[in-house]
Antibody, heavy 125, light 108 residues
Framework: EVQLVESGGDLVQPGGSLRLSCAAS????????MSWVRQAPGKGLEWVAN????????YHVESVKGRFTISRDNAKNSLYLQMNSLRAEDTAVYYC??????????????????WGKGTTVTVSS | DIQMTQSPSSLSASVGDRVTITCRAS??????LNWYQQKPGKAPKLLIY???SLQSGVPSRFSGSGSGTDFTLTISSLQPEDFATYYC??????????FGQGTKLEIK
């Protein structure tokens, strides 16, 4: 079964750090781009970051640049999000998601076809 | 950044109704548009990718259309399990892959 399982969410004080993990199973993890998407309480979805198959390219949304870092360990089939200098506005459910394109040649219509159940990060004093 | 705007923000409909949700991009995104369904407390689920391609396992009552800046998601005959929030998302070459603000579909 294709599956993503997030962990690491917790209650943390403003300015603190947290590392989220996402364990992948049931597919060849090293062949997919991977993303983190978050959802603040009662709000919509916000794409946070993504990373290329070999980790050579990483992109982060402007609001987390310099504070969050996406990474992966293909040997462990795992995706990570290191979160530093946390703020109240980072409070959210964080989902990891697999990116696929459904095609082996351009154009690559990327979409997120597999999602984890999410892990909750609460930033509060 | 490419901004995505959905309309309406909420919608009341009855079982059996035909429903259309609209998504507009702030600049052309060709057909790089995806639709997701999310139920309370659950992860999003991919419905449509590349504007009109139905994801495997998704019922055929769901369909997508459009290209450029204007897109629609149509549910041909609402079923009880379709009441949820729907999001569009652009996956054009320019990051971030912004989502629309969501459309909450409620039972009338």
């Amino acid at each position: 079964e294709v599956q993503l399982v997030e962990s690491g969410g917790d209650l943390v004080q403003p300015g603190g750090s947290l590392r989220l993990s996402c364990a992948a199973s049931g597919f060849t993890f090293s062949t997919y781009w991977m993303s983190w998407v978050r959802q603040a309480p009662g709000k919509g979805l916000e794409w946070v970051a993504n990373i290329k198959q070999d980790g050579s390219e990483k992109y982060h949304v402007e609001s987390v640049k310099g504070r969050f870092t996406i990474s992966r360990d293909n040997a462990k089939n795992s995706l990570y999000l290191q979160m530093n200098s946390l703020r109240a506005e980072d409070t959210a459910v964080y989902y990891c998601a697999r990116e696929d394109s459904g095609s082996n040649y351009p154009p690559y219509y990327y979409y997120m076809d597999v999602w984890g159940k999410g892990t909750t990060v609460t930033v509060s004093s | 950044d490419i901004q995505m705007t959905q309309s309406p923000s909420s919608l009341s409909a009855s079982v059996g109704d035909r429903v259309t949700i609209t998504c507009r991009a702030s600049q052309t995104i060709s057909s790089f548009l995806n639709w997701y369904q999310q139920k309370p407390g659950k992860a999003p689920k991919l419905l449509i990718y590349a504007a009109s391609s139905l994801q495997s396992g998704v019922p055929s009552r769901f369909s997508g259309s459009g290209s450029g800046t204007d897109f629609t998601l149509t549910i041909s005959s609402l079923q009880p399990e379709d009441f949820a929030t729907y999001y569009c998302q652009q996956s054009y070459s320019t990051l971030p892959y912004n989502f629309g603000q969501g459309t909450k579909l409620e039972i009338k």
